[in-house]
């Protein structure tokens, strides 16, 4: 339906839950404290530091590192922390203070909730302290391991300057970054370590560097991650690499053989919508609209979306049931999208391939009969029974509006909600 900037937009942000080999894909992601760990077990050089989930805690960590100064850092799975800003008007998410201070910003900063470039206006809350030792960094770079579509596999990045926006760098200074491709059977070779610390600048010793990013590299494929960023990577006085930031990410699809890794998910951190769903192996992502879909298969779930859009309103969700829901999964998602005070309408867009009409019917009147109905509700059936599922509706006695195709239903929805 055409190149809107706001559809455009619409897909973006739905795109970020697709994956080739499944229609959605939650990537898990590890507070600073619980991915500097698993560095540290790995050989990576970490600071020392120590989580604090109350005040007493953070002063007890403080007192563990007994130095005179520390610090300290809001555990959110989201970047740009240190200008970010607390609700309650404390700037920045992370400080470097005296030890004498620690129950002062302990206090502010826990509980509270911190608003960055990448969190979204409503800030993610902080629960988690990470109280680390103040280190003599003397360099800062930057370095990631992300997988590369155009060499299908790992590539490594790295760049001389550290500490800010790697974005901000890419879009300003391109040529300051290197990217080396690492062929996954092989695995990363001296030659390529030793490439990236040319590039990083180090100025220490650069075989005691390289050992550095083959233990990076090792964590990146041993613990099957999607990402591994430090920034900054820094140098210390004595010329050895430091990890004084970390972030990893990890493949959903390991969960299965990475158990202790996924069982530090936090949730708090995420969606209760997208959280709620996971529980019924629903594919849904929260988005800002005021339609709701309820749709099977990931591609007829983005043109949904689109002509929704195309006729003015926006969606409020991407919400594909897959191909085997039963009853209660469509209950469960009903009962997420009328949770959703922002929804005027709903859009039932269904295709009955694997998934029949029959089944979507039966389980759409049972969700409006246990959740009740307090806003306009348009399906669009067809495929795989779809006369027993039309049937279904019509003779519910709900007020249920019923679309011959999608433009016909997603026409319905927008007027319904222009009234």
């Not at 020392?48 to 520390?70: H, N, Q, R, T, W």
């Not at 620690?102 to 911190?114: P, W």
């Not at 680390?132 to 596999?153: C, H, P, Q, W």
């Not at 650069?206 to 960023?229: G, H, N, P, R």
Request: glycine share 10%.
């Amino acid at each position: 339906v055409g190149a809107d900037p706001a559809r455009m937009l619409l897909r973006s942000q739905a795109r970020r839950v697709l994956h080739p080999t499944r229609s959605f894909c939650r990537h898990l992601n590890l507070h600073e404290y619980q991915s500097a760990a698993l560095m540290k077990e790995k050989g990576v050089n970490v600071p020392f530091g120590l989580p604090a989930k109350s005040v007493e805690e953070a002063v007890e960590a403080a007192a563990k590192i007994g130095d005179d100064e520390v610090v300290i850092k809001s555990q959110i799975l989201a970047g740009g922390r240190g200008l970010g800003s607390f609700t309650n008007g404390l700037k920045g998410g992370v400080h470097v203070i005296k030890t004498s201070q620690v129950a002062e910003y302990a206090g502010k900063m826990l509980g509270g909730r911190l608003v960055t470039k990448q969190s979204g206006p409503e800030g993610k809350p902080v629960d988690t302290l990470l109280i680390a030792k103040k280190m003599d960094l003397v360099n800062e770079m930057y370095f990631s391991i992300t997988l590369d579509r155009a060499s299908a596999g790992p590539l490594m990045v790295a760049c001389a300057e550290g500490g800010t926006s790697i974005e901000d760098l890419a879009a300003s200074n391109p040529e300051k970054i290197i990217k080396v491709p690492v062929d996954i059977l092989k695995g990363i070779t001296d030659a390529q370590a030793l490439e990236v610390v040319a590039g990083l600048g180090v100025k220490g010793d650069k075989d005691k560097a390289a050992d550095q990013i083959k233990a990076l590299y090792k964590l990146f494929t041993d613990l099957d991650c999607t990402m591994v960023e430090v920034n900054p990577l820094a140098e210390d006085a004595q010329g050895n690499l430091v990890a004084a930031d970390a972030k990893v990410g990890f493949d959903d699809n390991a969960a299965f053989r990475q158990p202790a890794i996924f069982s530090q998910r936090d949730t708090s951190q995420e969606d209760p919508r997208e959280v709620a769903a996971d529980k019924w192996d629903l594919n849904y992502v929260g988005l800002d609209g005021n339609i709701g879909c309820m749709v099977n298969g990931a591609g007829l779930a983005m043109a949904t979306m689109d002509i929704i859009a195309a006729y003015g309103a926006s969606p409020a969700n991407f919400l594909d049931v897959g191909g085997s829901a039963k009853k209660d999964q469509i209950t469960a998602a009903f009962k997420i999208i009328t949770a959703d005070e922002r929804v005027k309408a709903i859009m039932i867009n269904i295709f009955g391939g694997i998934m029949k009409c029959d089944v979507i019917a039966e389980g759409v009147v049972q969700a409006v009969k246990d959740v009740g109905l307090k806003i306009p509700l348009v399906v669009r059936l067809e495929g795989t029974n779809v006369a027993e599922g039309k049937a279904i509706i019509e003779n519910s006695g709900l007020a249920i509006t019923s679309a011959n195709d999608l433009d016909d239903a997603a026409q319905k929805a927008v007027a319904a909600i222009s009234q």
